[in-house]
């Protein structure tokens, strides 16, 4: 990603997790430009003491890099229930292919990460539970929402949203964080799991 890299414009900002290789991760100074190195948006990774030596490139290290407009907790947008989250995502109810979207939250309820996990057809957006699961793990989140839409403009839940979000809802209390919504929005209206005493 180049210095000079926007946010995400479908969802307006967003975040990338990056996976970066095992060396060092500093900020940018004259020394570490000159030696080659991955840059990522102001940031050199320089190389380092490799400890694993031939298998240094196994090692993996995550960094979270979001855009200079969220640079304190208090610009990061805050969910007090599904009307906040239908509001934040409600382009997506406009898209004619279903979308799966996955927003990371802390403590605070703040959104601290939203990923596009899937883009299906006019009916589906398969989606496997470990994908689903990663956001909230690599960004440290305490809670997490899952929000698809509905192309058809119906907004009730079908049988695979209802499995889906049980599956999801089990996988995450077992690493410690937890399913605090499903929320399906279709052409301005929303359905909320929450709200329908279903989670």
Same mark, same amino acid.
């Given at each position: ?22 060396? @060092?991760?500093?900020?940018? /100074? +004259? ?31 995550? !960094? ?10 208090? /610009? $990061? +947008?805050? *969910?007090?229930? =599904?009307? /906040?989250?239908?509001? $934040?995502? #409600?382009?997506?109810? %406009? %898209?004619?292919?279903?979308? &799966? *979207? *996955?927003?990371?939250?802390? =403590?605070? &309820?703040?959104?601290? =990460? ?12 398969? *989606? ?7 956001? +909230? $793990?690599?960004?440290? =989140? ?6 698809? #839409?509905?192309?058809?403009? #119906?907004? &009730? ?5 209802? @499995? ?15 399913? !605090? /919504? ?8 929303? %359905? ?8």
């Amino acid at each position: 990603m180049s210095r000079t890299a926007q946010p995400d414009p479908v969802m307006g900002w967003a975040d990338l997790v990056g996976f970066v290789p095992s060396d @060092e991760l500093r900020e940018d /100074d +004259p020394p570490a430009r000159k030696k080659r190195s991955t840059r990522a948006r102001g940031w050199t990774v320089a190389p380092q003491f490799q400890p694993y030596g031939d298998y240094e490139g196994l090692l993996v290290r995550t !960094v979270l890099l979001r855009s200079d407009k969220y640079r304190s907790i208090h /610009d $990061l +947008p805050h *969910v007090s229930g =599904a009307h /906040d989250i239908a509001r $934040l995502c #409600n382009h997506v109810g %406009y %898209y004619d292919q279903e979308h &799966m *979207v *996955v927003l990371s939250l802390d =403590a605070s &309820m703040k959104v601290t =990460a939203i990923f596009e996990l899937a883009v299906g057809s006019t009916s589906a957006a398969p *989606v496997e539970l470990k994908h689903a699961m990663k956001i +909230p $793990l690599l960004t440290g =989140a305490t809670s997490m929402v899952l929000v698809h #839409n509905h192309p058809s403009g #119906n907004k &009730m839940p079908s049988k695979e949203d209802k @499995e889906l979000t049980e599956r999801l809802k089990v996988g995450l209390i077992c690493v410690g964080v937890q399913l !605090v /919504d499903h929320v399906i929005v279709s052409h301005g209206d929303y %359905y909320s799991f929450s709200e329908r005493g279903l989670l």
